[in-house]
Structures are given as structure tokens and as C-alpha cells.
């Protein structure tokens, strides 16, 4: 990314640490060009240390004024109390790119400056890893430069998808909860190895890998997921013994179920956000 570019990040907490980690990692930007703050002053100690960035107390966000990219990272519930504080220091000639759950472009553009162009992201954690899956939409005066650097910044921390913003709220029921299903899984997979009498670092090395080989073959193949899993079925056989348990225990409704109920929940957050109940 141009070395024009400044970012602050609003609220500091597990996904903005992500994304610093994953700018850092992956080089998009240089320590200098990152600056945080959060509402807890040893929040920003800690994450100073870390990172090596810069991070500014609530009450003297004075490099904010400068940033070019700004990006909201506080929960969806204090929003109206964090842009309170920030908005003296924010203008139209900034970048707003908001991570709040379930929370539309149009809602947020109430608490900016006239004519801020907004982006609404759907990260998820694996951008610390360089792995993240992220959707983004344009909102409110984001005209598709602002769209193009916001996808700039997410590349270089995973893959972007672009979405209308209507669909934003499918995203995050999938790709945004979507790690915390597979750590269940993994959870799963773990205690039933061990049940089946493995040592649990065995059972941990196994799982791991066995998650990330089928996600890689998932990725590179022209199989689709059903396909890549009849190859491995074979009639009487062991994979097969196992599904069967899986299917009895309806796990299929329970995934797309758990996707539709967090899919419902930012739909939730969103309509508490327009009427004001949140
Ligand atoms: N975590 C994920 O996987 C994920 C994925 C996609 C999107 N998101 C979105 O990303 C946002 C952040 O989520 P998170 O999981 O990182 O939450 P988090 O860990 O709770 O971090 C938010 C941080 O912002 C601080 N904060 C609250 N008010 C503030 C203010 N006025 N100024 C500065 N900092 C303030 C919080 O302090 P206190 O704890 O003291 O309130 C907390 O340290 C949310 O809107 C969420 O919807 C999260």
C-alpha cells in the first residue's frame, strides 16, 4: 500500500490486533503508518508493545485527524458513544472502514462528518494469519476508489469477496462467526480421538492437520465438497461408519443452522441499530 496511507484503528481489541498483526506479517504497512487507541489505557500499552505501533489515549486522538484510512473496530453497541469522542477529529477526506457487526453503512454515516465515504468489512480473525475470508460493500459517498483500497487492504490479509450490503448479514453468519464453528469441530475431533485412545498432542497434531489438508484440497481441487467426500467413502468402509454417525446426530441442519441463527442475529443487531434499541 502507498506510503500516503495512515491507518487508525478505533477500539483495539481481538479483530483490530488481527488485522495489525496481519498488516504487519504480511508487509502492507510499515509500524509507522499504524496508529490505535482504545477506551482501556493498558489495552494500548499492551498492543504498543506487541506491535511496536503507535497508540493514542481517547481523550488526545490527535493523529487521528491525519489518518487516511480509519477503521471502526469497537463493538456494534458503542457506537454512538466512540464517534461522540471522535468526531471532532474526523473528515470527509477520510477513508471509513467500518468491521461492526450487523450494523448498516447508512446508521454510521449519521455519527460522521457530511459526505464520509463508507466501506462496511466482514473480516474474520484469520487475518493475523494472512487467511482471513472477508466481504466488503460500499456504503454511504464510497465511490469505487474508496471500494478498491478497502479490497487493497483486505487482500493483503486474505481473500475479498465484494457483496451488496443487504448480503452482509449472510456474511457474517459464514465467514464472520465461520472460525469459532471449525474450532468447535476441532474441539470435537480432539476429544473423540482421545476417546478412541490417542495422547492428546497426537490427537491435536492430527486434528490440525487433517483440518488444514481438507481445507487445501478443498481450494486446489475441482471436486466439489460432496464429490471430495464420496471419493473417500468407500461402501463398509471405515469414513463411511463415521458419517453415518454424523448424519445420525443431524449434523448438516445443525451447521446450516447455527449459519441461518447468526445470520439472524446481525439481521437482529441491525434493526436494533435503526430503531435504536441497541
Ligand atoms: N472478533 C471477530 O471475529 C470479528 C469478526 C468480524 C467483525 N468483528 C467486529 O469487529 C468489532 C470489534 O470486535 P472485537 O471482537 O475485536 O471486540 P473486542 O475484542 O471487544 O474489541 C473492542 C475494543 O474496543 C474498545 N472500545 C469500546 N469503546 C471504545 C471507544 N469509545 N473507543 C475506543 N475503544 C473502545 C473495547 O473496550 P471495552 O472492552 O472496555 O469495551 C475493546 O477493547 C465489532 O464491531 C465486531 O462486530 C469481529
Do not use: W
Request: hydrophobic share 45%; aromatic share 4%.
Amino acid at each position: 500500500m502507498s506510503s500516503d496511507n495512515l491507518v487508525y484503528f478505533l477500539g483495539a481489541g481481538a479483530m483490530a490486533e488481527a488485522m495489525i498483526k496481519g498488516l504487519l506479517e504480511q508487509q502492507v504497512l510499515p509500524r509507522e503508518q499504524i496508529t490505535a487507541t482504545d477506551i482501556r489505557p493498558g489495552r494500548c500499552l499492551e498492543i504498543a508493545e506487541k506491535y511496536g505501533i503507535a497508540t493514542e489515549c481517547q481523550a488526545t486522538a490527535e493523529r487521528l485527524a491525519q489518518a487516511t484510512i480509519v477503521i471502526l473496530a469497537f463493538k456494534p453497541k458503542d457506537l454512538a458513544s466512540a464517534l461522540a469522542t471522535y468526531r471532532a477529529y474526523l473528515h470527509e477526506d477520510q477513508l471509513v472502514i467500518s468491521l461492526l457487526a450487523g450494523m448498516p453503512t447508512q446508521q454510521i454515516g449519521q455519527y460522521l462528518p457530511e459526505q464520509t465515504p463508507v466501506v462496511r468489512a466482514m473480516p474474520n480473525t484469520a487475518a493475523s494469519v494472512g487467511l482471513a475470508a472477508t466481504a466488503i460493500c460500499a456504503g454511504q459517498h464510497a465511490k469505487p476508489e474508496h471500494l478498491a483500497l478497502a479490497e487493497t487492504l483486505f487482500a493483503a490479509m486474505g481473500i475479498v469477496q465484494q457483496v451488496a450490503e443487504p448480503m452482509m448479514d449472510a456474511v457474517t453468519g459464514l465467514s464472520g462467526s465461520g472460525p469459532a464453528y471449525v474450532y468447535l469441530l476441532a474441539e470435537a475431533m480432539l476429544a473423540g480421538g482421545m476417546a478412541a485412545g490417542l495422547d492428546g498432542s497426537t490427537a491435536r497434531a492430527l486434528t490440525e492437520q487433517t483440518l488444514l489438508g481438507a481445507a487445501r484440497m478443498l481450494q486446489v481441487s475441482d471436486h466439489t465438497p460432496a464429490e471430495l467426500r464420496q471419493q473417500v467413502s468407500s461402501p463398509g468402509g471405515t469414513t463411511i461408519a463415521g458419517l453415518q454417525a454424523l448424519t445420525e446426530h443431524h449434523f448438516t441442519e445443525a451447521v446450516q443452522d447455527a449459519i441461518l441463527r447468526a445470520t439472524e442475529r446481525s439481521r437482529d443487531l441491525a434493526r436494533a441499530a435503526t430503531f435504536g434499541t441497541n
